[in-house]
């Protein structure tokens, strides 16, 4: 049974524009009210999520020492898989080793809101693409933005390196994805941690601790979709639209965020699933548009790109004086920020691939691996490059912030997340902002969508998979698709980490305890692609 948008959508959109119509809504500083009723919250959560250990003289969040660990763990274990048999990721993208793949064929979708297809076979480059178009986004022009105004140029060198170790993790968690999956009698897909912490544990007689971190990564999941895959998508967004078109007004933010929650709602309540085929060729071409356009300022700016460099090296070990925390904060910033943006650790890819249809869950790891490369060690590393050019005649001050937006020297004004970004591009190509503004609603848009796919999985392993579950669910998810485009970078940023880093406390656990698991699956697949070389 699906929701018609008839019976379902109007209902909500009438209440939600009855409500918004009403006069106290319609008060001056609407944003403002909302924002401070939800500060508590983010900072409270932050400030449990992100709890330090004393390391010397410094204090680090566990929530990094357990991802960095955990990673370098997991390359070290399977013998620095990421370097490896990088070419043989790639390969298998490329259809090289199809014929040892099969099965039966896997339905794509969940519930219709993603695909056309009811029935369909997924193929590698397609699950690829499908977890790619989820971390490729505002994670890179945005949050790149924040590592490099609080950490300074150092922050990249540190992004690199967490990418380059997530590779691995993101091989481990991924192929346990398609090993524990689940696939009903209609053919529909359900995977991802919360099955493989469950199953995966029992297995190796940890029944009652996999049920427990599985509901723990459930739980987590859906306030990842909340707020990361949500919130923050819908801020930034609204605020590059604010910021290019000259929107001013208390309660702009809440309007914005009103509108793209509608046109959320289309896709995710309704069904109607042409605005997402939409959405899948364009969103692809603005990603294309953006890595040619800073490669172009990148080329244009060669002069620059040795000293840009010198300073990423140089500063990850000794930034300068106004970065707060020294080196420690610089890698800290890096770190926190390419969790966020490849989410290698957090396991909610593994959402994604487990859809793939393949007789062999390591193929699809190897394949996964490919997701850090892409979306930190290049396009990360990209938009680093050109923010830093754009800043060597010190238009603003590294570390120099106030809430978590860097301040500029010349104006006095503050910016921050994809508005500096936007501002660097638009310095080497007058009216970019205005081709960045389309992008990056296009962008949030599809992690938006991506995330309630995510989060719809995580909710109804906890409530049931009934229609009435899943309506809930979106109801919910539309909710904070308006919340986000109201309250501050600040809040939103505080919350989006948290939620997001929170999920690898469950989640790396499982894998810790899954590891072998993964070995047994590599050891059959290597073999075959070896007698295929032969």
Partial sequence: MKFELSKWGKRIFCLILLLYNSSDVWATGLDERINDAFMPVALAWENFVFTPIRVASFSIPIVLIVLVLGALFFSVRFSFINIRLFHKSIAIVRGKYDDLEGGSKIQEDVQGTIKDESVGEVNHFQALATAVSGTVGLGNIAMVAVAISLGGPGATFWMIL???????????????????????????????????????????????????????????????????????????????????????GNSSGTILGLIIAVLVGIVIIGGIKRIAKVTEKVVPLMAVLYVLSALFIICMNYR???????????????????????????????????????????????????????????????????????????????????????????????????????????????????????????????????????????????????????????????????????????IIFLLFTVLGAAITLEAVIKFSDAMILALVFPNMIGLLLLHNKVRDELSKYIPLLRKKNA
């Fill in 162 to 248: 967490a990418g380059i170790l997530g590779m691995s993790t993101k091989f481990v968690e991924c192929t346990l994805g398609v090993k524990y999956r689940d696939v009903n009698q209609e053919g529909i897909v359900f995977g991802g941690p919360m099955y493989y912490l469950s199953r995966g544990c029992a297995e190796i007689g940890w029944t009652k601790l996999g049920k427990i971190l599985s509901i723990v990564f459930a739980v987590l999941c859906v306030g990842a979709s909340f707020g990361g895959g949500n919130a923050f998508q819908s801020n930034q967004a609204c605020a590059q639209i604010v910021s290019s078109f000259g929107i001013s």
């Fill in 304 to 474: 620059l790109i040795d000293d840009a460099f010198s300073l990423i090296i140089s500063e990850a070990f000794t930034p300068r004086a106004s970065i707060s925390g020294g080196a420690i904060g610089v890698m800290i910033q890096g770190f926190r920020r390419s969790a966020f943006s490849n989410e290698a650790g957090a396991g909610s890819a593994a959402i994604a691939h487990s859809a793939v249809n393949t007789r062999y869950p390591a193929s699809e790891g190897l394949v996964a691996l490919l997701e850090p490369f892409i979306d930190t060690v290049i396009i990360c590393t990209m938009t680093a490059l050109v923010i830093i050019m754009f800043n060597m005649n010190d238009v603003f001050v590294y570390g120099n912030v106030v809430n978590d937006e860097a301040l500029l020297i010349a104006t006095g004004e503050r910016i921050g997340g994809v508005n500096l970004t936007s501002m660097a591009f638009d310095a080497a190509i007058p009216g970019f902002s205005y081709i960045l503004s389309i992008a990056v609603v296009l962008f949030a848009f599809s992690t938006i969508l991506s995330w309630s796919y995510y989060g719809q999985q995580a909710w109804m392993y906890l409530f049931g998979r009934s229609n009435r579950s899943s309506l809930v669910f979106k």
